[in-house]
């Protein structure tokens, strides 16, 4: 089936700092991804969706400057918190659209703690 | 807007008995619903998608229902196991109007299957 790897699994970064967190689909091609974003015990909230080669598309209320995403090949995709505080501190989760199913494959989650 | 509801937010029921996880969305218009399953910690495993034409799917001891009509679906989970527990959301893609097919989420049914 399809597999989407995202990495890191956990990072613990200084306040102030940037991070890069991919998300990569293994087996097929992800024209689309979205970057989600989850507080503990609380549902997903999408940040962004991110197009192949194009300016990913942010929802409101989420900054543009402080998550970076890029989208260059149609099986990767990055989001980097730049100049990270201890409130983004949380569970990063991105998901790609396989077009051939019209399921969603998600990653595994990254666990960012910003000390 | 589209809302998507859980019902209930938690359940605990002993090893045995059958789970029944309700989710109702406000607008109709779907293009598909789909039931996912999270672990503490983890990203998304993707249970059953379900087109909106679709009234149910089915695979092994899970069974999801659609009504788009009334706004409902229904997961039931069959001779439930301690495996079993876990973090069970559904999503729906809207139609047409959002050709990038973002997701909306209920917050989740927190289960828990007791030996």
């Known amino acids: 089936g399809a597999v989407v790897s995202q990495h890191p699994s956990w990072v613990i970064c200084k306040s102030g700092t940037s991070v890069k967190i991919e998300c990569r689909s293994l087996d097929f091609q992800a024209t689309t991804m979205f970057w989600y974003r989850q507080f503990p015990k609380q549902s997903l909230m999408l940040m962004a969706t991110?197009?192949?080669?194009?300016?990913?598309?942010?929802e409101q209320g989420v900054e543009k400057d402080k998550f970076l995403i890029n989208h260059a090949s149609l099986t990767l995709s990055t989001l980097t918190v730049t100049s990270a505080h201890p409130e983004d501190s949380s569970f990063y989760i991105c998901?790609?659209?396989?077009?051939?199913?019209?399921?969603?494959?998600f990653g595994s989650g990254t666990r960012l703690t910003v000390v | 807007k589209q809302e998507v509801t859980q019902i209930p937010a938690a359940l605990s029921v002993p090893e045995g008995e059958n789970l029944v996880l309700n989710c109702s969305f406000t607008?109709?218009?779907?293009?598909?619903l789909q039931w996912f399953r999270q672990d503490p910690g983890k990203g998304l495993t993707s249970l059953l998608l379900?087109?909106?034409?679709?009234r149910e799917q089915t695979s092994g001891r899970l069974n999801a229902s659609l009504d788009k009509s009334s706004g409902r679906s229904t997961l039931y989970i069959a001779a439930s196991q301690p495996g079993d527990s876990a973090t069970y959301l559904c999503a729906v893609r809207k139609v047409a109007t959002d050709s990038w097919g973002k997701l909306q989420f209920g917050a989740g049914t927190q289960v828990v299957v007791t030996p």
């Open positions: 991110s197009n192949e080669g194009s300016k990913a598309t942010y």
């Open positions: 379900i087109q909106s034409s679709q």
């Open positions: 607008d109709s218009a779907i293009y598909n």
């Open positions: 998901s790609a659209r396989d077009v051939g199913n019209y399921g969603y494959t």
